[in-house]
């Protein structure tokens, strides 16, 4: 299986998560009660009580950066079984879902649902991915829902743009993409709102983890300093 390189542009491309996210870091089944129970789960569509014109804002702002979608079979299911319904030209999250390249990371064939879709099979699919990257675009290859690829791919190190919308919810356990755990970062917040139910609006991009600080007393005033700094006055 091979990506696409036809796509020309200025720099090369981003891979970013966009995702819905409960304040306890639960991504699993934001729009519905049967929309993912694995695990048990039974407080899906915890995010519709709090989704508002912010949020809709927030998501076709998402979709503006879109080159192509990289989807687990999971949510690639999903979308096919209500996108495509969805005819109205007003909708632009409708028509940029509906007429993006997909790319499904699955071991079994998808159907004919969308003409533009490819298949990533194999246990090679990171490498794939990650020389995807390297290709010239002005757009993003976007990992929507797909909770687990999400994991996978943030344990991996490969996503350049994390985007959450996180609702002023608890759901108790669920899946998350930070789970599993993954490398250490400090995130740049280059983008944060929020909106009028409370929910937080942030995109980041990840930087290397700086060194660990901690409070300490100089001169009578508490300070930040190295971790590794023993001694205030050394």
Not at 162 to 181: C, D, K
Request: charged share 20%.
């Amino acid at each position: 299986m091979a990506f696409r390189s036809d796509l020309e542009g200025a720099s090369n491309m981003l891979l970013s998560v966009n995702l819905f996210m409960t304040l306890d870091g639960v991504n699993q089944a934001p729009g519905g009660p049967d929309e993912d129970t694995r695990g048990g789960f039974t407080n899906g569509g915890w995010l519709m009580s709090v989704f508002d014109e912010g949020c809709g804002q927030a998501v076709s702002r998402w979709f503006e950066q879109c080159g192509a979608l990289l989807l687990g079979r999971k949510t690639y299911d999903s979308f096919a079984s209500h996108w495509p319904q969805v005819t109205d030209p007003d909708d632009p999250v409708a028509g940029l879902i509906n007429n993006s390249t997909k790319y499904v990371v699955t071991s079994s064939p998808v159907g004919e649902v969308w003409s533009d879709t490819t298949t990533v099979l194999g246990e090679d699919f990171l490498d794939e991915i990650a020389r995807f990257k390297g290709v010239t675009h002005d757009k993003e290859l976007q990992v929507h829902g797909s909770i687990q690829l999400a994991q996978i791919l943030h344990q991996a190190g490969l996503v350049d743009v994390y985007r959450f919308l996180i609702a002023p919810v608890t759901v108790g356990p669920g899946l998350g993409i930070f789970n599993e755990g993954g490398p250490s970062y400090n995130m740049h917040v280059v983008h944060g709102a929020v909106t009028s139910n409370g929910v937080f609006d942030v995109e980041m991009t990840p930087a290397d983890f700086e060194s660990r600080k901690t409070v300490s007393l100089e001169d009578g005033k508490e300070v930040v300093i190295d971790a590794e700094r023993k001694d205030p006055e050394a």
